[in-house]
């Protein structure tokens, strides 16, 4: 598997790039794929490779602008894979940043917040 795994976002998924070798992964723009699950599954296996040999200090930076019921199951999904990280000893720096006018993925933030293990900062930007 290459150390960075990138992905062109459309009106419909959204831009991926996670960087192994730096511990870093963003996610931007729309989810609304029909097949989130199938859309996501290359992800979750860098995913579950990075898992084995990760950096001290990983960082999420999640700018999701809307995403449909399935997928902010699979985000959601994705997202708790790295509680294996923190369980290791290593530190997760999960960045939620969200439209200030937007009320619907503020709370999705803060609901994240309230269930994560690890420290997640729920950033409100204008655009």
């Keep these: 598997m290459t150390s960075i795994y990138e992905l062109a976002g459309t009106k419909k998924t959204p831009y991926i790039k996670f960087d192994k070798n730096i511990g870093t992964l963003e996610i931007k723009g729309c989810s609304l794929h029909s097949d989130a699950v199938g859309f996501y599954d290359d992800l979750k296996l860098h995913i579950e490779e990075y898992i084995k040999n990760p950096a001290n200090v990983t960082q999420l930076n999640f700018q999701i602008e809307y995403m449909n019921t399935s997928s902010s199951k699979v985000v959601f999904m994705i997202i708790t894979m790295f509680e294996k990280i923190h369980d290791m000893g290593k530190n997760i720096e999960f960045n939620w940043y969200?439209?200030?006018?937007?009320?619907?993925?503020?709370?999705?933030?803060?609901?994240?917040?309230?269930?994560?293990?690890?420290?997640?900062?729920?950033?409100?930007?204008?655009?």
């Design 98 to 127: 969200v439209e200030e006018d937007d009320p619907d993925m503020l709370e999705i933030g803060n609901e994240y917040r309230k269930s994560l293990k690890f420290n997640t900062n729920v950033i409100e930007i204008s655009l």
